[in-house]
């Protein structure tokens, strides 16, 4: 006849029962937050669920639709709740502050992030860096009927597109703002952005003043970034030292430098483009506070 267990051994196996069933419990809430199931019911939960009590306050907000590790993490230090906080330990105030940033109107929505700045200031070093610290920042590809320069591919830098076909996007109500720079048209695809922010993902439209007059009428929220040069000099430095084009086009991008620098105001900040790395750790700081776009 087989040895009767220990009652230790009962005891572990028992344990061990119970925390599988308090795993799958978890693993079924969980799914439930991400069919759009409501926060402020699973929380309420905590105190009649073992399970749901000892569920950490990340895994319920990793849990929800479109928030990943990086927005989760913002997102509990705007709560003001620690990382390991289980949902039994959270005070009334946190339990306030979570509801209302997952299910309060921008729940869910990302951040509109426009970098804007004369012509020469460097953007597109400052957006390439940006993008290397921060990978799940969406980046819109603009439409342009410029030609490209050496070395940009279409679909990445930009859609070059022809004059027609960009007309026939702004006719159809396709781009979120749009402009003529420099003799050319350049615009930004509404879909692809308005996709991302529903899914809770952070974009960067990096774009000239007239849009970003324009995204600022359009996109009450979006946060509004200038990009300064440290002197006038030193802008036309870098814009007579970029030889891609000719001298009659750098005189008209420095002219319309002139007019950009004195839209530094209208912008909710500057960041000053000393050093790329230094400007772009300063932009997601600025990101980081600031609040998802609200519900359209
Ligand atoms: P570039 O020809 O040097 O790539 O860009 C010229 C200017 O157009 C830059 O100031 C750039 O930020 C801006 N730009 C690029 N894409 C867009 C866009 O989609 N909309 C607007 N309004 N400006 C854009």
Redesign the pocket.
Known sequence: MAEQPSLDEEARARGRQLALQARRRRAQIKRDLADGGSVREVIALRDVDPAVARMRARELVEACPGIGPARATRLLADCHVAESRRLRGLGEHQVAALIAALEGGGAGRGRLLVL??P?GVG??SVVARLRALRPELIF?V???T?PPREGEVDGAH?RFVDRATFESMIARGQLL???E??G?L???PAAPVDEALAAGTDVL????L???RQVRDSAAGALRVFLAPPSWEVLVERLQGRRTESEDVIERRLETARVELAAEPEFDHTVVNDSVDEAAAAVLDLLDRAAPLAAP
């Open positions: 804007s700045g012509s953007k597109s819109s603009s439409a342009t410029r930009y703002e749009w402009a720079f420099a050319h350049y615009g930004t439209l990096e774009i000239e007239h849009g970003a």
